[in-house]
């Protein structure tokens, strides 16, 4: 079995969290048809989750370009998946629109589980050790 080029790895995951970059561009400049869309879906809370979801989506997305703390930023935006699934395209609830939103996001949240079971490849700021550790004493 052949090794993937080292860039091939940096790409996918700037990929990847360019999806999530994009969504929250969406949010930032359309606060107010997202909100819609939440309250419509029976989300509670909806300016808090609204809030809370938009900064761990662009934390998460950052984190994820950048290689830097990928297992927290692919954490965050998994949890932004699963509510996204739960709320917005519940499988139980399954119609003709709603599926290919449903497995895009599943398909997803499989790709970030093999960067937080892989991690995120050389070329990222935790391969070269840039992000501090915490010790234990």
């Keep these: 079995m052949s090794k993937t080029p080292d860039w091939v790895e940096a790409v996918a995951r700037i990929l990847l969290g360019g999806l999530f970059l994009l969504e929250a561009g969406r949010g930032l ?31 998460g997305s950052l ?29 139980w609830n399954l119609t003709a629109t709603s599926g290919v939103p449903l497995l895009s996001r599943v398909g997803i949240l499989g790709g970030l589980l093999l960067i937080l079971f892989h991690g995120p490849g050389p070329i990222s700021f935790d391969a070269h050790k840039l992000v501090p550790v915490r010790r234990k004493l």
Excluded: D, N
């Design 29 to 59: 400049i359309h606060p107010g048809h997202v909100m819609r869309e939440l309250i419509a879906a029976g989300v509670p809370g909806v300016p808090a989750t609204f809030v809370v979801g938009l900064t761990l989506i662009l934390i």
């Design 63 to 91: 984190g994820l370009i950048l290689g830097y703390r990928t297992r927290t930023a692919c954490i965050s935006l998994g949890i932004v998946l699963l509510v996204q699934i739960l709320f917005l395209y519940p499988p």
